[in-house]
């Protein structure tokens, strides 16, 4: 378990995929100016990751889907872009899945429905129809559709 939260904290250390035995990475609330480390998918012990609120950037590295453990997973209220990779669905322990409040922009992938969270808050991004069953009425309302084609 290893919690920096609240630290202004404006980049998470590459070396923190050393730390392979971790089960827990709560590293939000902080000021980063970059986006999430590659070597975060080593972590593959983890069941929580929560890098939510953070001015996280780039995007949702495809390799996250490694970390099957995962039960928890917030990344809300960053500035991440690009698609959800379609690795998300590797993601079957998932019951909490949070991506709302980012400029996320495609279709979110129907992998995403594989997860044990019946409702991925997705709302608040810039995704385009059609969208999987298992998203909220509430989040398909919020989309910025207009770059849709």
Known sequence: YLELSQNELSKIPSEIGNLINLTQLRLQDNQYTEGIPSEIVNLTNLN???LHNSGL???IPPEIGNLT???DLYLYD?????EIPPEIGNLINLTECGLAGNILTGVIPEEICNQGDTNPEVGYNKFC???PECISQ???DSQDTSNCP
């Open 48 to 50: 929580g990751l929560y």
């Open 57 to 59: 950037t780039g995007e």
């Open 69 to 71: 453990n995962l039960t």
């Open 78 to 82: 960053n500035q991440l872009s690009g």
């Open 129 to 131: 129809p059609p969208y």
């Open 138 to 140: 509430g989040d398909i």
